[in-house]
């Protein structure tokens, strides 16, 4: 892992620290530049590194080098995971399930999982055939992919959107196609646009709700009329819902929660942001069993199975009245600092970076274009000059220019002190 080369995101550094971190970055970049006499695998040509992770390294770099930051760059609760459900997993060590456990998942977990899914939304799978434990929601999403993607396939992906969505695709050969989904029409698609970007290849539409970097979701309506385009035209749906139960107002749909919708639909779903549990990595995929027993032989192929004392303390954890209290407290706290934020924003009204309040996940997508400069340059600037640590809107797609995400999942004190800096930056500008 050591040799992994970090990402050159910030390409100029005003300061001696930024300055060492890049140079040090280049190097390692040269090192490991790609050689086309090497005969590595090209798809990934055509893949950048996350800017999130790049962000986060920076910052913990810069960190450790004696500096004080506000970090309001990541996307991983600042809360512990509940202490009982760490006691369930060393509970299941200590019983020794220390060895290989079933690729599927234990049932006790798909049972919790089904159940989990008839509660929250409505909608009943078979926990023996339609379900399947993954390895967090990012591997839910691989396993999803590799099933049903065969190469050169085009996928639909709204732009902005979490870079993985499109580049899994990439690395599976397929052929995305971004789909503007603009400030201006909420972050969600104007309905012509799908129409507009369907091709006679196209196979599958990926979709995320709520948003990760937006905080968006789509009415209910919306979901139904894009099921019947699907439909229409033989689509799969894939539908990421990591962030499905932080939401501020009316709960968002479930992409399957319709008619005959089960049959094209692919639900993502993980413990990861819910739970605080992203470091545990277990999380469902939730399909048609045909898709199931092809995401099974992608999970057989690539990880065996996720820990069984992890899957105990997932099953735990969905089922436990008290982890379900913890996890709406931690509901809480995002919701009390979204109004935090609400309130500097309209206290300070600055002309400069405007704050639209977020339907669900824990980010603002802060709106810069006034200052008109690039989103890696205002955050580039912003750590330098601000101390804070944001991620460039453009991360997620040319929508996403001039836009910088700032997350919430940092305490009250951070996230009131980082907003008052950043809104302080911007009005110098
Ligand atoms: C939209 C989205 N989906 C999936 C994931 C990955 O979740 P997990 O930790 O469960 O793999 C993330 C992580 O940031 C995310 O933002």
């Known amino acids: 892992m050591d040799m992994v080369p970090k990402p050159c995101l910030f390409i100029i550094g005003r300061n001696y620290t930024t300055q060492v971190l890049c140079r040090q970055r280049c190097i390692m970049r040269k090192f490991y530049k790609t050689d086309s006499t090497m005969n590595l695998n090209r798809q990934f040509e055509l893949i950048r590194q996350s800017a999130t992770v790049a962000m986060s390294d920076q910052i913990n770099a810069m960190k450790a080098s004696g500096h004080k930051l506000i970090g309001l760059q990541v996307g991983d609760p600042d809360f512990g995971t509940p202490p009982a459900v760490v006691d369930a997993a060393l509970k299941a060590m200590q019983s020794g399930l220390t060895h290989y456990g079933p690729s599927r998942g234990f049932l006790d977990l798909r049972q919790a999982i089904a159940s989990k899914l008839t509660r929250d939304e409505g909608i009943s799978y078979d ?57 201006e029409n909420g972050f969600i698609p104007y309905f012509e646009s799908w129409e507009k970007t369907l091709t006679p290849k196209t196979r599958v539409i990926v979709l995320n709700y709520p948003s990760n970097p937006t905080g968006a979701y789509p009415t209910r309506e919306y979901l139904q009329k894009l099921q019947d385009f699907a439909k229409a035209h033989d689509l799969w ?154 991620v460039p809107g453009s991360a997620f797609g040319e929508q996403g220019e001039g836009f910088v995400r700032l997350s919430i999942a940092a305490s009250d004190e951070d996230v009131e002190a980082g907003f008052r800096k950043i809104v302080e930056w911007a009005e110098r500008q």
């Open 127 to 183: 926990p023996a055939s339609e379900i399947l434990v993954t390895h967090g929601g990012i591997h839910g999403y691989y396993t999803a992919m590799q099933s049903i993607l065969n190469p050169g396939d085009d996928v639909l992906v709204p732009d902005p959107s979490w870079a993985t969505h499109s580049n899994m695709a990439i690395m599976l050969r397929g052929n995305v196609i971004r789909v503007p989904a603009p400030a």
């Open 237 to 390: 749906i894939v539908s990421d819902e990591v962030y499905g139960s932080l939401y501020y107002s009316e709960r968002p749909t479930c992409a399957a929660a319709f008619d005959g919708a089960k049959e094209r639909t692919l639900i993502i779903n993980s413990l990861s942001k819910s739970y605080a549990m992203t470091g545990w990595r277990v999380g469902f995929l939730a399909a048609p069993t045909q898709v199931i027993e092809n995401a099974l032989k992608a999970g057989q192929n690539s990880i065996t199975c996720v820990a069984p004392f992890i899957q105990k303390a997932a099953a735990f954890a969905l089922t436990n009245p008290e982890i379900q209290q913890a996890t709406a407290n931690m509901r809480a706290a995002y919701a009390r600092r979204r109004e935090l934020v609400l309130r500097i924003a309209h206290e300070l009204e600055s002309g400069k970076v405007l704050a639209t309040p977020p339907q669900g996940a824990f980010y603002f997508f802060l709106d810069f274009r006034p200052l008109k400069m690039s989103s890696v340059e205002i955050c580039e600037r912003i750590l330098e000059e601000a101390s804070v640590g944001l």
